[in-house]
Antibody
Framework: QVQLQESGPGLVKPSQTLSLNCTVS??????????WSWIRQPAGKGLEWIGR???????NYNPSLKSRVTISVDTSENQFSLKLSSVTAADTAVYYC??????????????WGQGTLVTVSS | DIQMTQSPSSLSASVGDRVTITCRAS??????LNWYQQKPGKAPNLLIY???SLQSGVPPRFSGSGSGTDFTLTISSLQPEDFATYYC?????????FGQGTKVAIK
């Protein structure tokens, strides 16, 4: 059973960089037919796709965040990471890491982390 | 970006009711449409992928249909554990986008 677990600071000051890790267990970030994503959800609102990374290291980001986002993968630690720079209160949200199965017909998110709340405040 | 519009935004229904939620894409997305269920304080959970394929372990009272721009999620007989918020998501192009959600509440 694949499990994903987010970790990182729950409080970040404005203008600083938000950094989160996602540790994968029960599977490998190097597995074929999968890529790894970050998604966030402000309190009481909908889901926003942040970006994705393939095992190769190839990335795609949401244009609305592209200038501030970096997603990386560490195959030796079996984890992937998110960095979001120059944060403001608008970046306060629950952040989810997720696995996407692109080997079939849906390119669907089949596993999610439990989510971690990150609050941007001084 | 492809805009995903769900309707209704919320609904009230009783146990045993048939419930239908609609999702419309701003351009054709073929069958690259997924449905997720989210309960309060929890991560979303995959119900339907590729518009109509039932994810393993999901009860068969859930079904999906559609292609192109118009899609439907149907719950054939609503159960107490189905009260939740439902999201559609397009996986046709990046950035991936979600509908605004449909909250299913108890009548």
């Amino acid at each position: 059973q694949v499990q994903l677990q987010e970790s990182g600071p729950g409080l970040v000051k404005p203008s600083q960089t938000l950094s989160l890790n996602c540790t994968v267990s029960g599977g490998s970030v190097s597995s074929g037919s999968y890529y790894w994503s970050w998604i966030r959800q402000p309190a009481g609102k909908g889901l926003e796709w942040i970006g994705r990374i393939y095992t190769s290291g190839s990335t795609n980001y949401n244009p609305s965040l592209k200038s501030r986002v970096t997603i990386s993968v560490d195959t030796s630690e079996n984890q992937f990471s998110l960095k979001l720079s120059s944060v403001t209160a608008a970046d306060t949200a629950v952040y989810y890491c997720a696995r996407v199965n692109y080997g079939g017909n849906g390119r669907e998110i089949d596993y999610w982390g439990q989510g971690t709340l990150v609050t941007v405040s001084s | 970006d492809i805009q995903m519009t769900q309707s209704p935004s919320s609904l009230s229904a009783s146990v045993g009711d048939r419930v239908t939620i609609t999702c419309r894409a701003s351009q054709s997305i073929s069958s690259y449409l997924n449905w997720y269920q989210q309960k309060p304080g929890k991560a979303p959970n995959l119900l339907i992928y590729a518009a109509s394929s039932l994810q393993s372990g999901v009860p068969p009272r859930f079904s999906g249909s559609g292609s192109g721009t118009d899609f439907t999620l149907t719950i054939s007989s609503l159960q107490p554990e189905d009260f939740a918020t439902y999201y559609c998501q397009q996986s046709y192009s990046t950035p991936r986008t979600f509908g605004q959600g449909t909250k299913v509440a108890i009548k």
